[in-house]
């Protein structure tokens, strides 16, 4: 009854996520609250027990919408078995640490994460089976960590997280030394793992993200004239070099052959954000690099002939990774993207317009395979 109830949640949760809009913030403070499993792994006990739980409390810093640090706190009763006639041992342990996390797909409901620190753990037992230790010691934790966040709520997640944590010496287990070679790296350490379920709520968010800006999240400036794409690609197509004939212009990003040139991935002189109107354009180009698992691209920066050439350079690098960061936002593997700046290299407009001058911000895609 207990298990079917757990899976029931854990659906119901899932179900709650995906029909919940991610509202990204750049940076926020959290607290988080739960349960724990722990049991032993690496132990020179006769066999790990069964009657383990504990719970946790951590807050949460994230600096970037990806990476962040976590300060928590956390108490673990785990159960050994030893002796014949079998005896049991339970080992007590509080432990506090700091952690960095990484968000993989920070614009989904459904986040998972990765996390790497240590900490200090402080433990003593019930019935140890070696006497001649002391009553308690403190020492060093080495804690990893895979997690999932699922959004169920505008502050609110609710958090799935594998933990395995090392020790630093062989007495956790309430014994001297370690038969086995389950520590961190393999070393001959006492080590645990432990499953945890909680939630995480955000008390404080900063300024909300253009990270993940999508279609229907767009505000245009009441003053910003409408983009006329037909006249776009009419100077696109004047100006495009007779020695790139295989190059396809497009309003919308499609599968091409080699090279696509997002018209309407335009940037203001001197900076490396994101517009709005860029934001359907690129989701497009997201929708055709799910759709194709496969491909792999180069995205090719440029900028007009307004600077010094090694300031151009530099920006131009700096909007390649702009659009790098928003598709592995929205899911696309880092390594089927690689951003790479021209500078005021390949003009495809006029620098002696200002429209030609705004044509050449621009972002191109290079299919790689």
Not at 32 to 55: E, K, S, T
Request: charge should be neutral; charged fraction near 20%; include cysteine.
């Amino acid at each position: 009854m207990r298990k079917n109830f757990i899976i029931v949640t854990i659906f119901l949760v899932f179900l709650s996520a995906s029909e919940i809009p991610a509202q990204l913030a750049e940076n926020s403070w959290g607290f988080g609250f739960g349960g724990v499993y722990p049991r032993f792994v690496n132990h020179n006990l006769g066999a790990a027990g069964n009657v383990n739980f504990g719970g946790f409390l951590f807050f949460q810093r994230y600096f970037t919408e990806h990476t962040g640090l976590r300060y928590n706190f956390k108490y673990v009763r785990i159960e050994g078995k030893y002796g014949s006639p079998e005896q049991t041992s339970n080992t007590n342990a509080f432990s506090g640490g700091l952690d960095f996390i990484y968000n993989f797909v920070p614009c989904e409901s459904v986040t998972p994460y990765a996390a790497l620190g240590v900490g200090g753990v402080y433990y003593s037992w019930n019935n140890r089976a070696d006497a001649t230790l002391d009553d308690s010691y403190i020492s060093l934790q080495i804690n990893t960590s895979l997690g999932i966040e699922w959004k169920i709520g505008r502050d609110w997640k609710f958090l799935t997280e594998f933990g395995y944590h090392t020790i630093t010496d062989n007495y956790f287990d309430g014994m001297r030394g370690s038969d086995g070679a389950g520590g961190l790296l393999g070393v001959n350490n006492d080590t645990y793992l432990s499953i945890n379920l909680g939630f995480l709520y955000y008390f404080d968010k900063g300024l909300p993200s253009r990270l993940c800006q999508i279609y229907s999240g767009l505000s245009v400036p009441p003053k910003t004239e409408p983009i006329d794409y037909a006249r776009i690609e009419n100077i696109v197509e004047r100006h495009i070099p007779k020695e790139v004939e295989k190059q396809i212009v497009v309003e919308k990003p499609v599968e091409v052959s080699s090279r696509w040139v997002l018209v309407g991935v335009n940037f203001d002189a001197n900076s490396a954000r994101l517009r709005p109107e860029a934001y359907p354009i690129l989701l497009h180009a997201v929708q055709t690099l799910l759709r194709n698992p496969d491909m792999r691209v180069e995205i090719q920066g440029y900028t007009d002939n307004t600077g010094s050439e090694r300031t151009n350079q530099i920006l131009s690098e700096k909007r390649a990774n702009a659009v790098r960061d928003y598709l592995v936002a929205r899911g696309i593997m880092a390594s089927r993207l690689r951003a790479v700046g021209y500078g005021e290299t390949r003009p495809i407009a006029d620098n002696g317009t200002a429209s030609g001058r705004a044509m050449n911000r621009r972002i191109e895609f290079r299919i790689l395979n």
